[in-house]
């Protein structure tokens, strides 16, 4: 095995442990929270909420909880897949194949004004759930970036451009 090769065996990928880290489990353990949540509400008492809305609200209403579901299930996908990740039923490279059919776009909140005609706890779940997406794309970002070209003298080089990535994404 050439020199540059068992540099590159013995290095850790920051990906991979950030898919692993505390981080992770806690935006996890929220995530599918706020997913058994939300569904609570869209079942139960949501469902009392709509009926007491005027036409056009009731629209919104209809609208905005599928926007918020459609949100949460592809939040779900992208949780569920770097579990299996971390849990090491896949790699890493594999888990980035699958994630391509996540499309965080497609499901993004309708205008504030709109948003406003909804029962408070809706707006809250709406809330809480674009910022959970805006956190898993932030994640997304740094565990699947790829990492700037270095020097071939350098064994730390990839792992600091790793965390230039990290950074930089956040900003």
Not at 69 to 83: E, F, N, V
Not at 87 to 107: D, H, I, N, P, W
Not at 128 to 134: A, F, H, I, M, P
Not at 145 to 158: F, L
Request: proline share 4%.
């Amino acid at each position: 095995m050439s020199d540059k090769r068992s540099m590159e065996a013995g290095a850790v990928s920051f990906s991979e442990r950030l898919a692993s880290s505390q981080a992770f489990v806690v935006l996890f353990r929220d995530g599918m929270a706020l997913v058994e949540e939300t569904a609570s509400y869209l079942d139960g008492p949501g469902r009392q909420d709509s009926k007491r809305l005027e036409r056009s609200a009731a629209l919104v209403y209809a609208t905005e909880s599928m926007r918020l579901t459609t949100r949460l299930m592809q939040l779900a996908s992208w949780l569920l897949l770097h579990r299996a990740v971390k849990e090491g039923e896949m790699t890493l490279a594999q888990a980035s194949k699958e994630k391509a059919k996540v499309r965080f776009a497609s499901c993004e909140p309708g205008d504030p004004g709109s948003i406003a005609l909804l029962p408070q706890r809706l707006r809250e779940l709406i809330a809480r759930s674009v910022k959970l997406q805006t956190d898993v794309r932030r994640l997304d970002a740094t565990m699947h970036a790829t990492p700037p070209a270095i020097a071939a003298g350098n064994p730390v080089g990839r792992q600091l451009g790793l965390l230039k990535a990290a950074f930089e994404s956040d900003a």
